[in-house]
């Protein structure tokens, strides 16, 4: 473990999957700090050994690491209630939308930007140690700074690292909303499933495990999944049928487009909540 002090500013989802998730495997618990004005919450985290407050307090000017897990929305208001206890600490953001630069800007003073912060897009897997996070960086981000985000947010799920903001929205587009998309298919899969006779239990195992299989079949194999469709697709057979179909009605174009939709839409989130 590492001897790394952590305060989450915000004590929501993903605030309890990234402290569950380093608890005890990358930090010890007591190494936890949260502040939540849910004061209903705060029992729960005192049962995982981390320390709590409703208001910002010392605690917060003695942790190594700060991480932001508040609504973009609120996160221009949370920041002022907090900057009087930042020092030389490191940052990092898991609010959609919200720029890398934006909150570089409102966390400096003297009208330098603080260089350590550290955007990350995590998504909702990432409660089941599951996660895949996006993660791009300031200026003043060096390589320890970097190693240790790696080391945080690899204790949910995989990291990959992209050069900016803009590159941000795309991860938000493909990994950040991607489980819905998936859970999209899912339960399409399950709804033609029991259209075609089989109860919605047997449709909704059979789905999972045909998700799940491929899912594997394709990180595992080191062929690409275009090949392994390939493989599948027999000319003449169910599999060509059904593909044929999904291609005549422009299923991958329309992926595409939803994914632009949401990147563009994350471009959007950024110029608002920096506003």
Same mark, same amino acid.
């Given at each position: 473990?590492?001897?790394?002090?952590?305060?989450?500013?915000? /004590?929501?989802?993903?605030?309890?999957?990234?402290?569950?998730?380093?608890?005890?495997?990358?930090?010890?618990?007591?190494?936890?700090?949260?502040?939540?004005?849910?004061?209903?919450?705060?029992?729960?985290?005192?049962?995982?050994?981390?320390?709590? =407050?409703?208001?910002? #307090?010392?605690?917060?000017?003695?942790?190594?690491?700060?991480?932001?897990?508040?609504?973009?929305?609120?996160?221009?208001?949370?920041?002022?209630?907090?900057?009087?206890?930042?020092? &030389?600490?490191?940052?990092?953001?898991?609010? =959609?939308?919200?720029?890398? #630069?934006?909150?570089?800007?409102?966390?400096?003073? *003297?009208?330098?930007?603080?260089?350590?912060?550290?955007?990350?897009?995590?998504?909702?897997?990432?409660?089941? /140690?599951?996660?895949?996070?996006?993660?791009?960086?300031?200026?003043?981000?060096?390589?320890? &700074?970097?190693? %240790?985000?790696?080391?945080?947010?690899?204790?949910?799920?995989?990291?990959?690292?992209?050069?900016?903001?803009?590159? %941000?929205?795309?991860?938000?587009? %493909?990994?950040? $909303? /991607?489980?819905?998309?998936?859970?999209?298919?899912?339960?399409?899969?399950?709804?033609?499933?029991? $259209?075609?006779?089989?109860?919605?239990?047997? =449709?909704?195992?059979?789905?999972?495990?045909?998700?799940? *299989?491929?899912?594997?079949?394709?990180?595992?194999?080191?062929?690409?999944?275009?090949?392994?469709?390939?493989?599948?697709?027999?000319?003449?057979?169910?599999?060509?049928?059904?593909?044929?179909?999904?291609?005549?009605?422009?299923?991958?174009?329309?992926?595409?487009?939803?994914?632009?939709?949401?990147?563009?839409?994350?471009?959007?989130?950024?110029?608002?909540?920096?506003?």
């Amino acid at each position: 473990m590492i001897d790394t002090s952590i305060a989450f500013i915000g /004590g929501g989802n993903m605030a309890a999957a990234l402290a569950g998730g380093l608890a005890g495997k990358v930090v010890s618990a007591e190494r936890i700090h949260v502040l939540d004005p849910n004061v209903q919450s705060h029992d729960a985290w005192r049962a995982r050994g981390a320390s709590v =407050a409703a208001q910002p #307090d010392e605690a917060l000017a003695r942790a190594a690491v700060w991480v932001y897990a508040v609504k973009p929305q609120i996160m221009k208001e949370v920041v002022a209630q907090t900057r009087p206890w930042l020092r &030389d600490t490191l940052v990092i953001s898991v609010a =959609a939308g919200l720029r890398g #630069d934006t909150l570089a800007g409102w966390l400096g003073e *003297g009208g330098q930007p603080h260089g350590r912060v550290i955007r990350c897009m995590p998504n909702t897997p990432a409660l089941i /140690g599951a996660g895949a996070s996006g993660l791009a960086a300031q200026a003043g981000v060096g390589a320890a &700074d970097r190693k %240790l985000a790696t080391t945080l947010l690899s204790a949910v799920g995989e990291v990959t690292w992209v050069a900016d903001d803009a590159a %941000l929205d795309a991860v938000t587009a %493909l990994s950040g $909303s /991607g489980p819905a998309y998936v859970f999209l298919v899912i339960q399409a899969l399950i709804d033609g499933g029991v $259209s075609l006779g089989l109860s919605a239990e047997q =449709a909704r195992q059979l789905a999972l495990a045909t998700l799940a *299989g491929a899912t594997r079949l394709a990180a595992e194999s080191d062929e690409s999944p275009e090949v392994l469709r390939q493989r599948v697709t027999s000319k003449g057979g169910t599999t060509a049928a059904a593909i044929g179909v999904m291609q005549a009605q422009g299923l991958e174009a329309t992926i595409a487009r939803a994914m632009r939709a949401a990147a563009e839409r994350a471009r959007e989130m950024g110029q608002e909540f920096g506003a």
